[in-house]
């Protein structure tokens, strides 16, 4: 294996990696803005958003396959297969995505800040999906890590509330 291909392939798992330690820590409070990895012990001062059972269960099923999505566009890129890299981005987080969620789940009940965060990961993603083509992890982990911030920035912002 080539060295720039194993570097390649480094990046890759770092990538996953960041991402689950994101994830995992982003039921907590944030330290916002720093480049290491959010503390677990701090309270939680996200924002709530009351949502009826139904739309909850929407907006989690939407997340779960946020989640997958991204597992799936890893291991397309890990086959080196833009394409198909290219159509699970646009179709499953781009604005596509997005307006099939938002008729699903009572979007007045959002803060309007909430949108804007979903509208910047939803751009993300769009500029994730344009960059595909080039076959260029250098340009594309970039723009791929944009779209994890995205995640990762509404996670300590919000949460549903529990009840
Ligand atoms: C605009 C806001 C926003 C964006 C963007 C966002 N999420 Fe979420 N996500 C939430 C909220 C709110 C919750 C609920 C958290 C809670 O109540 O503790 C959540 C929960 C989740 C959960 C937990 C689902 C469960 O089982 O309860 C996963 C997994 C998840 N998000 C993945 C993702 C991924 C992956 C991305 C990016 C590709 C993403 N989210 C982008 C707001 C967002």
Do not use: W
């Not at 290491?36 to 701090?42: E, I, K, Y």
């Amino acid at each position: 294996m080539s060295r720039g291909r194993m570097t390649s392939k480094a990046s890759l798992s770092c990538l996953v990696l960041l991402f689950l330690l994101a994830s995992g820590c982003a039921e907590h409070q944030p330290a916002p803005g720093m480049s290491g990895v959010t503390p677990v012990h701090l309270p939680d001062v996200r924002t709530p958003i009351p949502l009826e059972a139904d739309a909850r269960q929407e907006h989690r099923a939407v997340m779960l396959q946020h989640l997958e999505t991204i597992q799936a566009i890893v291991a397309a890129l890990a086959d080196e297969d833009y394409r198909l890299a290219q159509g699970l981005t646009e179709t499953h987080l781009g604005f596509f995505m997005h307006r099939h969620a938002m008729a699903r789940q009572q979007p007045e009940n959002f803060p309007p800040a909430y949108h804007d965060l979903a509208m910047a990961h939803h751009e993300a993603a769009e500029k994730l999906a344009d960059v595909m083509p080039t076959k260029d992890l250098k340009r594309i982990l970039p723009e791929f890590n944009n779209v994890l911030k995205a995640c990762v920035a509404c996670h300590l912002e919000y949460r549903l509330r529990h009840s």
